[in-house]
């Protein structure tokens, strides 16, 4: 059953994933509402001290 779920999980959150970049690739309206939001959650990472995302920070900066 635990397997189960992972799974579908996984599928649903890939094909979520799939058509959220079709969206923001193929069209300006997509790119303008995903794309930004998608760059703000690639910057907040987790620390290895922290459970609690730091977004802005020195540390979570590239």
Same mark, same amino acid.
């Given at each position: 059953m635990? /397997?189960?779920?992972?799974a579908? &999980? #996984?599928?649903?959150g @890939?094909a979520?994933a799939? /058509?959220?970049a079709?969206l923001? &690739? #193929?069209?300006?309206l @997509?790119?303008a509402?995903?794309?930004?939001?998608?760059?703000?959650?690639g910057?907040c990472?987790?620390s290895?001290?922290?459970?609690?995302?730091?977004?802005?920070?020195?540390?979570?900066r590239?």
């Amino acid at each position: 059953m635990s /397997l189960q779920r992972a799974a579908l &999980g #996984l599928a649903f959150g @890939g094909a979520a994933a799939v /058509l959220l970049a079709l969206l923001a &690739g #193929l069209s300006r309206l @997509g790119e303008a509402l995903i794309d930004g939001t998608a760059q703000l959650f690639g910057r907040c990472r987790s620390s290895p001290s922290s459970r609690w995302p730091s977004c802005g920070s020195a540390s979570a900066r590239r």
